[in-house]
């Protein structure tokens, strides 16, 4: 046992690359689970310009890389104001309203419910009814007590979120003018010989940011085609329930499917079944339709080239350690191990020929 474990750590950490691309890659992760929290705004800056740095190099094709970086960062400022002080406070009006207007909801949906184990006797009991409903109201009072805890006693995260709207934007316009420097010597204290990093790289880099930009451009259309035909048709909550189709769009697979039931259920107790509710859950569905048919293939095109297996298992594991950050990155996360686990053997290959060659080239000397 302790022969082939040998073997095993010599054959894939002889290199020293190897063994100083792991040593990275476990150190990295030491300092995200120890000092996430506290280093937040810098991994949230570092995300932020690295989606600007497309625009900025369209910019500079035109114009000096300084005003590339101004112009495109005074404009994302101006988008984020907007987005803040015009669209967040209509969305928190209305989650606030849901969350009131909660047991209303509760008391016509257990009407409903309470029919089945009359008409359905030998499928539901009423017992079995009755457990659901109060599972049911006891999450929504947890909800609305947590909404009405971060609205009025909440300091902590108030300080907290007024350090990101301060720290941020700072980060974001340094990493903007900056990355390349910054980059550049942190890369001072790699080896020179760095194939195999220069190798993940090449392939992470063009897929991590094909996903990231192509997911916020998604999030951006997908949300707002549904306020449009949210707010056009009068159904109540609609920039809510607009953001949450928006947002659903980071979870692979399962986001939709999940975030159907608010809309059908909002719908439902708006018009109950008219023409209305049929004529809006068509429209709902045409839009997933077209964003899974026509937005994703545009967007993504081959870059992410996962199977959706990886991709469920990914969402869960990274979902499960991060929450929602570890949800939206799963897929960049899995891309990730897929190119160490691709280019590790290739490179220990690489590194076994070339020392074959040399010893054949001694011996015929």
């Known amino acids: 046992m302790i022969?082939?474990?040998?073997?095993?750590?010599h054959r894939y950490?002889?290199?020293e690359e190897a063994l100083l691309l792991f040593l990275l890659l476990i150190g990295a992760?030491?300092?995200?689970?120890?000092?996430?929290?506290?280093l937040a705004p810098v991994f949230f800056s570092i995300?932020?310009?690295?989606?600007?740095?497309?625009?900025?190099q369209r910019c500079n094709r035109f114009m000096p890389r300084k005003l590339s970086v101004l112009i495109v960062f005074t404009s994302f400022m101006t988008a984020f104001l907007a987005f803040m002080l015009v669209v967040m406070p209509q969305i928190w009006r209305q989650l606030v309203t849901l969350l009131n207007e909660a047991?209303?909801?509760?008391?016509?949906i257990q009407k409903v419910l309470l029919l089945l184990p009359e008409r359905y006797p030998e499928l539901v009991a009423e017992q079995q009814i009755r457990q659901l409903i109060a599972i049911a109201a006891a999450e929504i009072g947890k909800a609305w007590q947590w909404a009405l805890t971060f609205s009025l006693h909440s300091i902590t995260n108030i300080v907290a979120l007024l350090i990101y709207l301060i720290l941020v934007p700072i980060l974001v316009f340094f990493f903007m003018r900056d990355g390349n420097y910054l980059a550049g010597s942190l890369t001072a204290y790699l080896p020179e010989k760095r194939d195999m990093m220069r190798r993940i790289w090449t392939e992470m880099d063009a897929q991590i940011a094909n996903y990231i930009r192509g997911k916020v451009i998604e999030i951006l259309i997908v949300g707002s085609v549904s306020y449009v035909v949210f707010a056009f048709m009068g159904l109540n909550y609609a920039a809510l329930l607009a953001l949450m189709v928006g947002l659903s769009v980071i979870i692979p697979y399962i986001g939709a499917a999940v975030v159907t039931l608010p809309v059908a259920g909002v719908a439902f107790f708006q018009w109950g079944w008219g023409s209305e509710f049929i004529t809006l859950m068509t429209a709902y569905f045409v839009i997933q339709a077209l964003d899974g048919n026509v937005l994703v293939p545009i967007l993504f095109s081959e870059a992410v080239n996962l199977h959706p297996v990886s991709i469920i298992v990914a969402v869960l594991v990274f979902g499960s350690l991060w929450g929602v950050l570890g949800v939206f990155f799963a897929i960049p996360l899995a891309t990730l191990v897929k190119s160490v686990v691709n280019a590790w053997p290739k490179a220990m290959e690489h590194a076994h020929d070339?020392?074959?060659?040399d010893s054949e080239v001694e011996q015929e000397r």
């Open 47 to 56: 995300i932020l310009a690295f989606l600007m740095q497309g625009a900025v």
């Open 354 to 357: 070339g020392q074959v060659v």
């Open 29 to 38: 992760l030491v300092v995200i689970l120890t000092l996430g929290k506290a």
């Open 3 to 9: 022969k082939i474990f040998s073997k095993w750590i």
């Open 103 to 108: 047991p209303r909801i509760m008391s016509e």
């Open 13 to 15: 950490f002889s290199d």
